[in-house]
């Protein structure tokens, strides 16, 4: 399976596998949702801001179990368990173990979590 797009990254996070916490997310999955997350962060956000509306926060909720979702998911893809993104809660040092948790390469070959999703296993 080749590294998905933005499109399908986005696509897939947000309806195929919207709330799945099972199973492997490889990088790409990840990090394009990620960028998708932040924007959505940034533009609902500001118009919250800029209309004095702190309600309008609200309409982040539908992003934020996809991005948990995706984020256990890339995590078993390390061969790690979804509760280790509670390393992020550790002041300074947490969300930078976190990142690079995220950026490092999958486990070859398949785990306790599923089959590689890399085309060369």
Known sequence: MPRMSFIEASRTCLTTKYAT????ARR???WWYSVLYVMATAVIGGISWAAEAPLLSVLLLPFIVPMLSVSVRRLHDTGRTGWRMLIALIPVVGPVLYLVGMAVDSVPGANQYGPS???DH
Do not use: D, H, P, T
Request: hydrophobic residues 30%.
């Open 21 to 24: 916490f099972s199973g492997r």
């Open 28 to 30: 790409s999955e990840y």
């Open 117 to 119: 999703l890399k085309a």
